[in-house]
């Protein structure tokens, strides 16, 4: 084992790139679908012997008189490929969009499935080269990368409007005991928590020259802290029983629709008629369709029309619903007065949309935070010039919605809206909309994705953002995994991946107020401050 660790650490050139990406690749499995978390462990050890083996690179360069660059470059190439390897087998199955019109896009799936990797590696690179410049003898350096390494991951969620897909945290937060620890310090603090854990074993292949059991003493502390992150969560589901919302019965529709040419403005009349169909389906001798249900809801861009410009399918839709409220994905439109005279500027928007008796539109929510490249064109002039667009046809892109809202919906607590993507970062929910609201509304069309680890992933991060507030979560997705989660993030009821059908169920009450949820942004760094003091004063003693 120790001499296995001594080639890690000594490795050089495309050996120890290959070595960071393959041990980044494999990180991978512990995240949805596999949930493998003890995968992690091997990135993050290998990231701390590669390290080690920069610092030595540091020392003799020290010792040369000559400048310590080669060795921080050393560090920000070992994090970039370990990044790369992470990303690229963690986010492959973003290829799929590219071939949903491939005719269009499919020259452009070698920039979605390592061009994008690329990029999200640059992060991790950062934190190498920050953990480098903290790096020391002894079992603090894991806690100077973990500190490091999670910073990266925070600014990778944050900046360039911010993508915290696969976060590393996900690796403890994948698993309903473990992510438990989410309610207090979000899925930032649980990557601090993660890597600290996982990295820890690194120190197994130390040489100590103290006592015997000092090269365990990471290794022990990190089996407490799990433990004790285990026995919380444990704890807490045990005395989670929820209630539900009295007098409320929903259904969520699934309608399974592939992201192809069917989905066109010439086909709504035939899928408009499904879903209608397929909303209003017995599922089981006792039921009798939507005559049964309060609120249907319906999933994230459902329509290839403007549902609210349509009075004929509003019609249908009213007639159909009788006394149901309808929640529903709509694309939605609004006419500006243009520059010149006699002209209207169209802007649009992915909205969710309710819909009450007669077709009538009762509220709209506009998503805020869009998708680059998916829902809108960052240097559109520059990138349209040479023939580049978004995925979604709308002209121009859509609009970001202004400010983010509580969704009124009669019969129902406020519902606080996440389309699609929106649902994967935490701390985006500011705690006076918490406070009003009572459960999470996601709905989302993961069909660009097909049958792949995306859709997986994307409600594994939905999950936990129910355990950060503390609220319930609706989930409806096009073409799953459409869910009811309660608000310690159990799946009540669920629909599989790549499934037409209604999925029927009561709305869980919301619980107390989070730590996390009352201060989304002050729990991860008083987390963080923590560690930072702690490793300034082991650093200090030595």
Known sequence: MISI?????????????????????????????????????????????????AASLSVKSASLRRSR?????????????????????????????????????????????????????????????????????GSVRVLAFAICLAGSEWARGVLFTGFPWNDLGMSLAGNIVTAQAASLVGLHGMTLLAVLIFAAPATLADRTTGRAGGRYRAVIGAALLLAAIAIFGGLRLAGGAVENEAGVKLRLMQ????????????????????????????????TSGLADITHLIWPESAFPFILSRDAGALSRIGEALGS??????????????????????????????????GGVVLDSYDKTHLVPFGEYLPFASVLESLGVRQFVHIPGGFESGQISKLLTIPGLPAALPLICYEAIFPGAVPPDLRQASGFLLNVTNDGWFGVT????????????????????LLRAANTGISAIVDPY????????????????????????ATLFSQAPVGMPLSLYGVALFFLLFMRMRR
């Not at 120890?16 to 993050?44: D, N």
């Not at 005719?103 to 992060?123: I, R, S």
């Not at 069917?262 to 899928?271: A, G, H, L, V």
């Not at 709509?330 to 209207?344: M, N, Q, W, Y």
């Open 5 to 53: 660790v001594h080639s890690i650490m000594l490795s050089y050139g495309w050996r120890r790139c290959l070595t960071a990406f393959g041990s980044g690749a494999l990180g991978a499995l512990a995240l949805p679908p596999v949930s493998f978390f003890p995968a992690i462990v091997l990135p993050m050890c290998v990231g701390v012997w590669l390290l080690d083996g």
């Open 69 to 137: 660059w080669p060795s921080l470059r050393t560090a920000m190439t070992i994090g970039w490929w370990l990044g790369f390897g992470y990303f690229v087998a963690g986010l492959w199955w973003l290829g799929a969009a590219f071939l949903v019109e491939a005719d269009q896009f499919a020259w452009a799936l070698p920039l979605g499935v390592m061009g994008l990797p690329a990029l999200l590696a640059c992060f991790t690179a950062i934190g190498f080269a920050a953990a480098h410049l903290l790096w020391c003898a």
């Open 255 to 286: 309608p399974n629709l592939p992201q192809d040419a069917k989905f066109r403005p010439e086909n709504k009349d035939p899928i408009l008629k499904h879903y209608l169909e397929l909303s209003d389906s017995a599922t089981s001798p006792g």
């Open 324 to 357: 149901t409220v309808l929640v529903t994905g709509a694309a939605r439109v609004e006419l500006d007065a243009a520059i010149l005279p006699g002209e209207t500027k169209a802007s649009y928007f992915n909205s969710i949309q309710v819909v009450g008796a």
């Open 453 to 472: 680890p995306g859709p997986y992933q994307h409600l594994a991060q939905a999950r936990v953002r129910s355990i950060e507030q503390g609220l319930p």
């Open 489 to 512: 993030g159990r799946l009540v009821a669920s629909l599989p991946l790549g499934v037409e059908g209604v999925l029927d169920g009561a709305l869980p009450k919301r619980i107390d």
